[in-house]
């Protein structure tokens, strides 16, 4: 069964670095997001990406975020320059081929410790 | 009014009860809902869909009420691999945002 993956899994950096998450979505899926969630709290969107351009961005999404699909495989998060409250996990997923194909599937995610 | 919002729980419930979750939205548009299920530190799976009043899978059954804006989630004979976080989950935006609910966490002891 295709599945989302992300790389890494587990990435500490230091307060002020920046950091790229790495997503592959499924094959062939269109639609993809970015989520986060911090431990004990819930899972919150970030962005949606679709046709080489952001639909949507939540309020979470500021001047430090960015996205990429530099290929045509991967979709990557990138976070210029990391603050403590940035450690959270971070849930790549990917949705269906037509608009009317609304089922997300999430990637493992990367926990993300800021130090 | 939270967006989503489920109680908490834990549920502790011994194997083979019947166990059912709610969940309220405050979003009337809105016309699909998701349940899903994450375990520790894991990413959220899907479980159900609900698009219409409600649908049943083996021993899970999800329901929707669309006046009183609540879903909820029904599990017969619960299994120790139940024991999970359920999430209640509400696309917007035309299904490109999903809002999630702080999660029902179940426990299913033997």
């Known amino acids: 069964e295709p599945e989302v993956t992300q790389t890494p899994s587990h990435q500490v950096t230091q307060m002020g670095q920046e950091v790229i998450l790495r997503c592959v979505p499924i094959s062939n899926h269109l639609y993809f997001y970015w989520y986060r969630q911090i431990l004990g709290q819930k899972v919150e969107f970030l962005v949606s990406?679709?046709?080489?351009?952001?639909?949507?961005k939540s309020e979470i999404f500021d001047d430090q975020f960015s996205v990429e699909r530099p290929d045509g495989s991967n979709f990557t998060l990138k976070i210029r320059s990391t603050k403590l409250e940035d450690s959270a996990m971070y849930f790549c997923a990917s949705r269906g081929r037509t608009p009317s194909t609304d089922t997300q599937y999430f990637g493992p995610g990367t926990r993300l410790t800021v130090l | 009014r939270k967006e989503v919002e489920q109680d908490p729980g834990p549920f502790n419930v011994p194997e083979g009860a019947t166990v059912a979750f709610n969940c309220t939205y405050s979003n009337s548009a809105s016309q699909s809902f998701f349940w899903y299920r994450q375990d520790c530190r894991k990413e959220p799976k899907l479980l159900m869909s609900?698009?219409?009043s409600g649908n049943e899978d083996g021993r899970f059954t999800a329901q929707l009420n669309r006046a009183s804006q609540y879903i909820s989630l029904l599990i017969r004979d619960s299994k120790l691999s139940d024991s999970a976080t359920y999430l209640c989950v509400v696309p917007l935006n035309a299904g490109n945002m999903l809002t999630f609910g702080g999660g029902t966490r179940l426990m299913v002891k033997p």
């Open positions: 990406f679709y046709n080489n351009e952001i639909s949507e």
């Open positions: 609900v698009y219409s």
